[in-house]
C-alpha cells in the first residue's frame, strides 16, 4: 500500500465518524440545531461550524505550505506532541478553544454545511491523491497548540479534534431536548 493510500484509509475514518455525527443530528428536529445550554455556550450549528473550520484552515494552511516550500522536516518530537494532543482531545477535560482563532459562526443549516463540507471533502482528497511521496516526512501543518506535524499526524489531529466536539455535540444534545 502506496502513501496515498494509507491517508486515504486514515482519511476515510475521519469522514465516517463525520457521518456518524450528522446522522445522529439529523435525528433530532431542525429546531434544536441552533439552541444552546447555556447563553455562553455553542450551539450544534457552531461546532458543526467550528469544526469545519479546523479542517479548512489546516487543509489552506498545507496547501500554501506545499505552493511555496520550504518546508522543514517533522522532529523526533512530533509523534510524542501527537500522543499528548490526543490523550488530550480524547479525555473528558473540557477547555477553551485557542485564542488565535475566531468564534464559530452560528449561521447556516445543517444541510447548507453538510454541502459545504462535501465540498471540503472532495479537495482534501484531491490533496491526498496529489500528494508526493518524497513529502510525507515534511511538517506541512504547524497546529496552533502541538507545533508542526506531518500529514498523516494532521489527519490524526483532525479525527482526535471531531471526537472531542461529538462529546460536545451530545452534551448540547441532551441539554436541549
Known sequence: M???QKLLEKYNQLEKDNLAIISKIE????????????????NIIQVLNHVKGAEEGTL????????????????FTAPLRVLAMKTLLYSP?????????KQPSDQGSLESIKTEWDELRLKW??????????NQNLAVFKHPIFGRLKLNQAIDSMIAHQSHHEKQVN???????
Open 27 to 42: 435525528s433530532f428536529p431542525v429546531d434544536l440545531h441552533d439552541k444552546k445550554p447555556t447563553t455562553d455556550s455553542w
Open 93 to 101: 477535560i473540557r477547555y477553551k478553544m485557542p485564542a488565535v482563532l
Open 171 to 177: 452534551r448540547i444534545l441532551k441539554a436541549v431536548s
Open 60 to 75: 489552506g494552511y498545507i496547501k500554501k505550505k506545499l505552493h511555496f516550500g520550504g518546508i522543514p522536516k517533522a522532529d
Open 2 to 4: 502506496n502513501i496515498n
Open 125 to 134: 482528497r484531491e490533496l491526498i491523491n496529489e500528494f508526493p511521496e518524497e
